[in-house]
DNA sequence: GAGTGGTCTAGACCACCCT
DNA sequence: GGGTGGTCTAGACCACTCC
């Protein structure tokens, strides 16, 4: 090997390690190319395979993106902070929301159970939250799907609170449950990450002045791009 | 290939959810080993490699583990909700732990600036704490190194708000930040998950009755098993 | 000694991007 | 056409466990 590595148990470890350290020195930076599997394997005295097995481990770290046929890049780490006021939960956002789908379909989430939510047919509503035109949280509303057409497609566009506000419509209690979870399927797709990439979420059930009316739902995102601030003051 | 498999982008993703749905259907339960690599690898008719790759990514979402010379098991599925009461932050519980180190040591994590943590040397007591003599979750918290040792020595031994409390040292305010983050080095020992998965953690900052006290810290758990809940009422 | 998972390699093919 | 990352393969070695 041309380089000497540094010592860990195995030799993508080392390799790992290594070029984790040249991202958090300023080596390599975001907005440029690292240099291709080809050239590390080279330098590094490794087998190109072995590289690949690095960079793909570094990628679930979220530290770096692969583009096919371009190259490998930094990502550039820029994560927002979501604060839960205890005050004013669900409070509205400048953010512009895409919508994405209505249909109609049972909660499937397991951890849902942990909120109490009805294993029943109910209206599912998904939107994208954008934060500079770049997605930044995927939310899934569900309420049931007795609900009025009228108010429905309003959930498309706002926030579920502020919809439900606009017809008088109060939240007086939520309960949250914060996990982690790996990315699925669309979700994935939505945000630009491997299959299984780490998400943070939010399940919430919000019970309003309505009787009949309570709202549940996940919001999630990468685990690099949301984190949720909360002050606790007995 | 003898089984027909999931239509899916690549092999090592249709064997990934092949594997996936037979564990969901209860094919594959928890204690027993599943088929090893080479019976998997003949049974799809795919090389051994596509087989550790799929099994791998499994590894990555938690839903099985690997003994080295053993075999591969499915997870038993066992995720402890840690409810964040707002009106008795940090109440005492009946876990055990057990002390693992203490240093001085700056605070390290750049998420921790995000509650004014402080950057000078501190006091760092770093514990695990045990659910049914397992690891459950992972404490590290940082002091003033100013602190009379004998307060110290009990923080080894109990959770930081009890001894704090044994010494008329009361919590006034907390603030909480809770991420996802790559388990890396030490803690993914611990808990014997392989490095880069992923944790959800729960950093924060006490302030005390005495003005001089700021207690930090970060406590962390695998993300299968860990959740937060939390109540808002406005 | 046989079986297991973990690692590493060399080599190949593909789809994609850029020039 | 040359470079890139992504995938798949066959084959090898190691450390470990269990019999």
Not at 120 to 143: G, H, N, Q, S
Request: glycine share 6%.
């Amino acid at each position: 090997m041309n380089k000497s590595l540094q010592f860990s148990s195995s030799l993508h470890e080392s390799v790992r390690e290594e070029i984790s350290k040249r991202i958090s020195q300023g080596i390599y930076v975001p907005g440029e190319p690292i240099p291709s599997t080809a050239m590390l394997s080279g330098e590094f005295g490794v087998s190109a395979i072995t590289i690949k097995r690095a960079l793909r481990d570094l990628q679930a770290a979220g530290m770096i993106f692969a583009v096919p046929g371009k190259g490998t890049y930094v990502k550039k780490q820029r994560r927002l902070l979501h604060h839960l006021d205890l005050r004013a939960p669900g409070r509205a956002s400048q953010s512009k929301v895409r919508p994405m789908s209505v249909t109609r379909e049972k909660i499937s989430d397991p951890t849902m159970s942990a909120i109490d939510a009805p294993d029943k047919v109910m209206l599912c509503v998904r939107k994208i939250v954008l934060f500079e035109d770049a997605p930044w949280m995927y939310d899934a509303t569900y309420v049931s799907s007795e609900l009025d057409d009228e108010i429905v497609e309003e959930f498309r566009e706002r926030f579920v609170v502020d919809a439900l506000k606009r017809h008088d419509i109060n939240v007086t209690n939520t309960r949250l449950v914060i996990d982690a979870a790996p990315a699925s399927g669309q979700v994935a797709e939505v945000f630009g990450v491997p299959n299984g990439f780490p998400m943070l979420r939010r399940l919430y059930r919000m019970i309003t002045t309505e009787p009949h009316i309570t709202v549940y739902g996940v919001v999630q995102a990468p685990f690099d791009q949301l984190a949720c601030t909360i002050d606790l003051a007995p």
